[in-house]
C-alpha cells in the first residue's frame, strides 16, 4: 500500500524566511507528484505538479523537486508572507488516483 | 473559465438518512473522482469516473456511490448514514484519465448528527 508521509506536521516561521516542507512516499513507481494548498475549510487549490519525468518544477516564489529514487520530494517557499499561512498537502498519482499525506500547516509571523 | 463547483456548500443530516452530493467539472474535463475528507486528515480517495464509467473505487462501503452523467457532472450518494461520515467532500475533475493535473472544487461539507 502506497503511503505519503509529510514532515513536519506543523509549522511556524517569521515573515521573511525561506523554508521546506517535506514529503516522501513509500513507492517509486509513481507517475507524478502534485502539491497543494488548503485554507481552513476550504477546497485544494493546486500548485505545482512534477511529472515523472521531470525533477523540479517553480511558480513565483515556491519551487518543487522530486526524487523517485528516494521516494522524496520537497516544496520550498523562499521569503515567506503571512498569506502564505495554510495547510500543504502532497499527492502522487497512480493511474488518475490521488495518495494524499497528512499535510503541513504553516503559519507565518508577521 | 468556472472552475470545479459543488452543492450544496454545507448539510446537515441525521444518522440514517440518505444524501446526495453534486459537482460539475471543470468545461473540456472528462474525468471526475470523489475524495473525504475527515477534519485534521488528508483526503481520501472514493470513486473515479470517466466517459460515465466507474474507473477507480477506493476502500469505502457500498453505502457510497457514484455515477456521472452525459454531460460529465456527477453525482454521490451516501445511504444509511453513520457520525463518522461527516467529512468534507471533495470533487476533483482532469482532463483525461492518467496522470493530468487534477482540479478540486470548494467542498461540501456533511455534518450528520
Known amino acids: 500500500k502506497q503511503e505519503v508521509t509529510q514532515i513536519p506536521a506543523a509549522l511556524s516561521v517569521p515573515e521573511g524566511e525561506n523554508l521546506v516542507l517535506n514529503c516522501s512516499f513509500t513507492?517509486?513507481?509513481?507517475?507524478?507528484l502534485q502539491w497543494f494548498r488548503q485554507d481552513p475549510g476550504k477546497g485544494l487549490t493546486s500548485l505545482l505538479l512534477?511529472?515523472?519525468?521531470?525533477r523540479e518544477q517553480t511558480s513565483g516564489r515556491l519551487n518543487a523537486s522530486l526524487d523517485k529514487s528516494s521516494g522524496r520530494s520537497t516544496l520550498y517557499i523562499a521569503a515567506s508572507q503571512p498569506g502564505d499561512s495554510a495547510t500543504y498537502l502532497c499527492a502522487h498519482t497512480s493511474g488518475s488516483r490521488l495518495t494524499f499525506g497528512e499535510g503541513t500547516q504553516l503559519t507565518v509571523n508577521p | 473559465d468556472a472552475g470545479v463547483t459543488q452543492s450544496p456548500t454545507h448539510l446537515i443530516k441525521t444518522r440514517g438518512q440518505h444524501v446526495t452530493l453534486r459537482c460539475s467539472p471543470i468545461?473540456?474535463?472528462?474525468?471526475v473522482s470523489w475524495y473525504q475528507q475527515v477534519l485534521g486528515q488528508g483526503p481520501q480517495f472514493i470513486f473515479q469516473y470517466y466517459e460515465k464509467e466507474e474507473r477507480g473505487r477506493g476502500n469505502f462501503p457500498d453505502r457510497f456511490s457514484a455515477r456521472q452523467f452525459p454531460n460529465y457532472s456527477s453525482e454521490l450518494n451516501v445511504n444509511a448514514l453513520l457520525l463518522g461520515d461527516s467529512a468534507l467532500y471533495l470533487c476533483?475533475?482532469?482532463?483525461?484519465?492518467?496522470?493530468?493535473?487534477?482540479?478540486f472544487g470548494p467542498g461540501t461539507r456533511l455534518t450528520v448528527t
Open positions: 512534477i511529472q515523472s519525468s521531470q
Open positions: 476533483a475533475s482532469s482532463r483525461q484519465l492518467g496522470s493530468y493535473e487534477q482540479y
Open positions: 468545461s473540456g474535463h472528462k474525468s
Open positions: 513507492d517509486s513507481a509513481i507517475y507524478n
